[in-house]
């Protein structure tokens, strides 16, 4: 394709958009449901086509050389088709958020003064190899009566063509708008220039990928953003972490999946634990094939770990490596996290309530948690069905993006011909 035909593609797009934003903003909770539990149905009844289609993604993938965890990103099997499934009905059973009344209150003058959530109106999301972000995104929006624009990855390509056609007849069944959910239908990246740039009709853009593309977005849209950057994940073990809490929750938060945004990417050790429960964790993460990139005490801990470099503080692996550092005590941790922080998750393994406060206050990151695996950090975790992406700015939305994010509100004023002295 040409630049002028993308250009006349995306105009057609937004236009059509546009036109399903207005249709989906007084859709009835009862069609929204049925669009997406038709969906949902639509998507098990073709899961072989699904599958199949992700297969060609697959090998794309092979022939590019992806790694082995951003393979586990792209793949599909039927158990995550059934967790897309689960994700789809929940939303559905979840409140509708549009009109909702978030405050409510009467003025002296005579006024009455209602703050409902109403939809954003057309979102537009660019997203990279996760192909269950297609169905995440375009349930998420519809919950929240937005129409959304989807540009998946060129990794995902076929994958999030056969997810979208199911979105598409949820939407045919319950009589909505097709329009209302869209995909971009070709790789070329000038599509992306060109979202950025739609203010005539995209009212947000959501980027859901790695530095590259949220920098790209950041750097060039003309849309506003919510901003979902770096998953730069720290765990920090106090001297009074209970050792078996503490075992589980660093293993999972590495290792259950590493190639997701909540995974950890820097263990911090308190100096009091360090040879104990320190060399124990460091042990079990290599023995779990981890890289372990570690300053100088925790190289002393165990033979297999890496020297760390000045790089591996504050970067996101999305793989089998983690940083790891000990440090004097949880102000050393706090100041370590404030200085390498993509403010997205943060953890304290601790026994001491006081260092727990502290870390909380202290630390501005979109979430906090305590003794929990990171690896929670994620809006279907949270009860939000899904999400479509964790917002790691402080506009608007923050953390989990799930259908109420996804709305904004206005103001319902009534009296009884009050007029203004």
Known sequence: MTDSDVKDMMKDLGRRAKAAARVLATATSEAKEQALLAAADALWANRAEII?????????????????????????????????????????????????????????????????????????????????VTADAGALCLKAGNAVILRGGSESFHSSGAIHACLVEGLKAAGLPEDAIQRVPTRDRAAVSEMLTMTDYIDVIVPRGGKGLVGLVQREARVPVFAHLEGIVHVFVDASADPEKAMKVVLNAKTRRTGICGAAECLLIHKDIAETLGRDLVAALVQKGVDVRGDA???????????????????????????????????????????????????????????????FSRIDSAILMHNSSTQFADGGEFGMGAEIGIATGKMHARGPVGAEQLTSFKYLVTSDGAVRA
């Open 52 to 132: 199949a289609a992700n297969e060609k993604d697959l090998q794309f993938g092979r022939d590019k050389g992806l790694t082995d965890a951003m393979m586990d990103r792209l793949k599909l099997d039927e158990s995550r088709i059934q967790g897309m499934i689960d994700g789809l009905k929940a939303i559905a059973a979840q409140k509708d958020p549009v009109g909702d009344v978030i405050a409510e209150w009467d003025r002296p003058t005579g006024l009455h003064i209602k703050r409902v959530r109403t939809p954003l109106g057309v979102i537009g999301v660019i997203y990279e190899s996760r192909p269950n």
């Open 297 to 359: 005490a925790v190289q002393k801990l165990v033979d297999q770990v890496t020297p760390a470099t000045d790089e591996d503080w504050g970067r996101e692996y999305l793989d089998s490596i983690i940083a790891a550092k000990v440090v004097a005590d949880a102000d050393e941790a706090i100041a370590h996290i404030q200085r390498y922080s993509s403010s997205h998750t943060e953890c304290i393994l601790s026994e001491t309530p006081e260092n727990v406060e502290k870390f």
